[in-house]
């Protein structure tokens, strides 16, 4: 033995595992490692062991139970994944190995699987519906940018929303890449939300949440359960701006609307102000110009109305000018007039009268008549009675001509000069004159003395 | 149409409203004194969305979560 081995410090292996055991944690506490998985077991203890392989080497790895990861689904043999933890030993087999604390999925086959996984999960549950798309306003008041402050992104929407309709913009910082990303980003969506419209804390009503263009793993904060479920339950519409056009991630089926860049979500977040003002110039002739046309037509109305007013009034002036004349006549005409009308009236009164008149005229002729009725049947009694008187006298004549035959036979008659009878001495001698009938005549006597 | 207080309204409920009355305005069937009233709140509506789009201005803030205590924010303007 030289020297120099003599001087040399002896370990036990187990103090040599020792020292190289602090050596291998205090130079790898965190480390980040691409590999292919190889054999993969899970015993009962629940911890994962696994092999991480590359064409040459092979890392031991384990996942211990009590470690809460995420993703550990595609913890499968053959895929490729990038497993983050810090290295340690295994004395007992003389081992290094990696102490898993989180593995993601590298390659983009492996990503590509696992998102068409969790697409579909969330479809089945209906995150993606139509229907849970809320309206973004019009025109917001406050937007709230969900970004890295140092990145392009939050520039280029602050630039487009300056040109088209400066707004009030409020950022809340997150990183958009890498480890912990996923739960500031969440954080940040449901702290939005949980602020009160008030100007202490103003809250936004309208969110754009987005990042830059990347490789699918750099974007892959965006396709988390964690983010997407967060933009689901957001009451505040959202408006997801994630990378280039090409590339989409799962925020973008859950947002409100997908901005295929973060300037395209500016120009779907604002109107443009000077369009605005074009309409509402625009909608100030429009509102003017129908009252003013009304308004023209009602004074052009007047205007005819007034014209046929005067018109009117012209008309009218003939007409006034003979009432004028007509009035100062007036009392004339209603003098002759009533004049006309009292002949008239008088004519009929003494039509009346005459009337009654005829009444009294018609009474008295009617006595009359009566009275002539009286007179004519006691006429006709009395002729009647005359014609009965001649008749009996006719008989007493017949029967006196009788006499005139005792005449003949020497008898003779005194009359008076009336050619009455006189029967005896004493009518005799009150005449001088007396007339004797003789059957052949009369002859007369005169009275001289009474024997 | 449920009268809103003009003041209270946003920009675009001010703005459709005025088309509504823009509307029934050109269509010609307004009786001449509701023109009057409807030519009254739309000049009303016109100024007040004039006035959203002047006092349209840019201000930009950031919200910074304290360390110490969970849920405490500020809000800087930046």
Known sequence: MTDELTNLKEFSVSEISGVVKRHVEDGFPLVKVR??????????????????????????????RTTKIIQSEFVEEGSEIIAVGKLTTFSGQSRYQLIVSNIFPAGTGALMAMLDKRKEQFLKEGLFEKDKKKPLPFLPEIIGVVTSETGAVFKDILHRLRERFPRRVIIWPVPVQGEGSAEKITEAITGFNLLLKSSKSPRPDLLIVGRGGGSLEDLWCFNEEIVVRAVAQSDIPIISAVGHETDTTLIDYVADVRAPTPTAAAEIAVPELKNLLS????????????????????????????????????????HIQRFDILIVRFPNILRIYL?????????????VLDLDFVKRDLKTKHRLLKDLGKVL?????????SKNNMLFSHSRLHDSLSYKRTLSRGYAIVRDKNMKLVRNKDGAVKEKHLHIEFDEGFIAVEVKETE | MGKLEIADMNFEE???????????????????EETITLYDRGSELKKHCELKLQSAEEKIQRISLSQKASGDLKIEDV
Do not use: C
């Open chain 1, 35 to 64: 590999g292919e998985l190889g054999r993969v077991s899970r015993p009962a203890s629940g911890h994962i062991y696994f092999d991480l392989k590359d064409d040459r080497s092979v890392l031991a790895s384990i996942i211990w």
């Open chain 1, 377 to 385: 049947n006691q006429r006709i009694e009395a002729v009647h009675k």
């Open chain 2, 14 to 32: 001010a703005l459709q409203e005025l088309e509504i009355i823009i509307e029934k305005l050109e269509s010609g069937e307004v009786p001449l």
């Open chain 1, 339 to 351: 004049q006309k009308k009292k002949e008239q009236l008088f004519q009929m009164r003494v039509a």
């Open chain 1, 279 to 318: 309409k509402i110039d625009d909608f100030g002739g429009r509102l003017k110009r129908p009252v003013f046309l009304r308004l023209e037509n009602i004074r052009k109305n007047m205007t005819h109305i007034k014209k046929s007013m005067e018109n009117v009034k012209y008309i009218l002036s003939e």
